[in-house]
Nanobody, 124 residues
Framework: QVTLVESGGGLVQAGDSLRLACAFS????????MGWFRQAPGKEREFVAA????????FYPDSDRGRFFMSRDNAKNMVYLQMNSLKPEDTADYYC?????????????????WGQGTQVTVSS
């Protein structure tokens, strides 16, 4: 069983940066492609970023490139999401996800395991 634990969320001001982290355990980390999603109140879960098993490929929404950057450290079983120039509309719960079959999936059904989420609030 895979366990994912997110950390790093909090309350920040517009324009600030924040780095989220996700700790993976329970299975060989390099067997899994990873992703970040977010969900704001009353909205569907939204794709934020994804990364391949070896970390060489990253994937982002076509509509929003250049502010968020995903990375992974396979020696530490960790993935990260660096978020820059945060906006109030980035306010959401952010979830880490692991998938064994697909790489770069932009939909939640491409992932098999999910963390509990970490809350990010961006004030204007």
């Amino acid at each position: 069983q895979v366990t994912l634990v997110e950390s790093g969320g909090g309350l920040v001001q517009a324009g600030d940066s924040l780095r989220l982290a996700c700790a993976f355990s329970g299975r060989p980390f390099t067997n899994y492609a990873m992703g970040w999603f977010r969900q704001a109140p009353g909205k569907e879960r939204e794709f934020v970023a994804a990364i391949s098993r070896n970390g060489r490929e990253t994937f982002y929404p076509d509509s929003d490139r250049g502010r968020f950057f995903m990375s992974r450290d396979n020696a530490k079983n960790m993935v990260y999401l660096q978020m820059n120039s945060l906006k109030p509309e980035d306010t959401a719960d952010y979830y880490c996800a692991a998938g064994i079959y697909y790489t770069g999936s932009r939909t939640p059904d491409g992932y098999d395991y999910w963390g509990q989420g970490t809350q990010v609030t961006v004030s204007s």
